[in-house]
């Protein structure tokens, strides 16, 4: 069915209302509908929707209505904001709604640590960091077998790369 | 040329395989709140690192504001799933790059600043993350992405956090339908982190029997690793999907063969067709073709049928936006000029 509004969309609101015994049909598309002011406030079902009821459910109160205070510093989101359109503003918002979108993560994702690609720029210093634990590890094989020349050389590579990362977080 | 007119692997029942992943630009608003003058410079920067590159050998990539685009090519662009509707709605701060072999396109300004993604005919997951993968180091050469260390690729959305990446197949599965066993087998793949959903039709009822089935979780396993379980999960549904096809031609026999050509003779005569029928009888087409009943079709023919019957399809054929009883008569004609098209074709490649 076609919106009687814009006789574009698709209808997905299909409203009856009854006055007086008058009862009037509307079929109109989600966007129309949000338009008129006799419908108030229309509840669509959506992926939006659906997260912002994990939202709820990651805290262990849900019932009650919490005094928002955690707005993200920098774009100016605020916590019932992003969960009503299930949206977040700018990548601050990860770190400024850490606490409330952890438990979420968990229970929509399953998971709280990535493990897929890392961007080679951007991602530089978690590449080293990876790189130092793995030779610390080996480090710590190479002390076990009594294999100090091999140990000694990884001590002086660790010391380098740990330099270099310091160097870099200066110049930040 | 693009997808449509390709074979690829298994591709009597994989329809295609898309990579798409979501990445955002470090610093910038995300689209959810961002200002027009965000959106530009997103836009520009994209572009830059893109426009008139090599996508792959023999492809560079074209660039598009969506504002410049004409509504019935918008409305083609996302039933060919180059892009998609939200990037149409957000028009006039939207842009889209597309390779000229139509496999890579890159949405801007859409949910997350890029989306990009990767469509192959047939079932050829690995192949779309490796060319899509090495468009992304492109852009990341030359730009900054949202990232954290923990939580990976930063996206609006924190369902898509992580590798941003939603891989999918869509798959032809008629057997698998009339047999009632697709339930069973949507529920089975909920469990293991898959989602499955009916394309072309609209909420759970699959038009034409075709469904998407794609990964749910973004965050925690590597990228490989959920091509992976998506691979292993369709290989197997491929494998029924054979058996079911093998078992349905031997139980019903000639009714088989009949239903076949009856819905090849009604896309070759029918004087108009409302879109679930045409979905409905060009899905038993395919079945038919892929069992090698209708000698002269390929699966690539029915395929580009397909597409050439859907709304934009008919549309751009006809030059204008039309609908209802227009529509289906026009859909009629397009697929009965189709038909002969290609049977013309292999005419004339017979004689010459």
């Given at each position: 069915m076609i919106c009687q509004e814009c006789g574009q969309r698709q209808a997905t609101v299909h409203l009856t209302k009854i006055i007086n015994n008058h009862k009037t049909e509307l079929h109109l598309c989600e966007e129309c509908a949000r338009q008129r002011e006799d419908f108030i406030q229309i509840p669509s079902f959506s992926v939006n929707d659906l997260l912002a009821g994990f939202m709820d459910l990651g805290h262990s109160q849900p019932a009650v209505e919490k005094p928002v205070s955690s707005q993200c510093a920098a774009c100016g989101m605020n916590y019932n904001q992003f969960k009503k359109i299930g949206r977040l503003g700018c990548q601050q918002c990860y770190q400024y709604f850490g606490n409330e979108l952890h438990p979420v993560l968990r229970r929509i994702q399953g998971n709280t640590q990535h493990a897929g690609k890392v961007p080679k720029r951007s991602g530089s210093g978690l590449l080293i960091k990876k790189q130092i634990n793995q030779w610390k590890a080996e480090l710590k094989r190479a002390v076990e077998l009594e294999a100090f020349e091999r140990a000694a050389e990884l001590r002086d590579k660790i010391k380098e790369l740990e330099q270099s990362q310091l160097k870099e977080g200066d110049r930040k | 040329m693009s997808w449509i007119n390709e074979s690829g692997p298994a591709r009597d029942v994989v329809l295609t395989s898309r990579i798409r992943i979501a990445r955002n630009i470090a610093a910038v608003p995300f689209p959810s709140i961002m200002q027009p003058h965000h959106a530009a410079e997103v836009a520009e920067k994209v572009k830059k690192s893109l426009y008139n590159k090599k996508a792959e050998a023999g492809s560079t990539f074209a660039f598009m504001y969506i504002r410049d685009v004409p509504a019935v090519e918008r409305q083609i662009l996302v039933e060919k799933h180059l892009a998609s509707q939200d990037l149409m709605e957000s028009y006039e701060t939207s842009a889209l790059l597309l390779d000229s072999k139509e496999k890579i396109a890159v949405m801007i300004n859409e949910e997350d600043h890029i989306r990009m993604q990767c469509i192959l005919p047939g079932f050829q997951l690995n192949q779309a993350w490796e060319k899509l993968n090495r468009v992304d180091d492109m852009i990341e050469a030359d730009l900054e992405y949202a990232f954290h260390e923990q939580l990976g690729y930063l996206t609006c959305c924190p369902t898509n956090v992580g590798t941003g990446m939603r891989s999918s197949v869509m798959m032809h599965l008629p057997a698998l339908t009339v047999n009632k066993q697709m339930n069973a087998i949507l529920h089975t793949i909920s469990k293991i982190g898959l989602t499955a959903r009916g394309i072309y039709g609209e909420g759970s009822e699959a038009a034409g029997s075709i469904y998407q089935i794609s990964n749910?979780?973004?965050?925690?396993?590597s990228e490989e690793e959920l091509i992976n379980n998506l691979t292993i999960t369709c290989r197997q549904i491929i494998e029924k999907e054979r058996i079911a096809r093998k078992a349905l031609h031997k139980t019903t026999g000639i009714q088989f063969d009949d239903a076949v050509w009856r819905a090849y003779g009604v896309l070759r005569n029918a004087r108009t067709l409302d879109i679930k029928e045409f979905m409905a009888y060009i899905s038993q087409l395919r079945l038919g073709v892929s069992m090698g009943l209708i000698p002269g079709f390929s699966l690539e023919d029915v395929d580009s049928l397909m597409t050439a019957g859907q709304p934009a399809g008919v549309m751009k054929k006809t030059g204008q936006i039309i609908q209802g009883r227009d529509i289906d008569e026009a859909r009629a004609t397009v697929i009965r000029d189709a038909v002969d098209e290609l049977l013309e074709s292999r005419k004339n490649r017979k004689e010459g």
């Open positions: - | 749910q979780i973004t965050l925690g396993p």
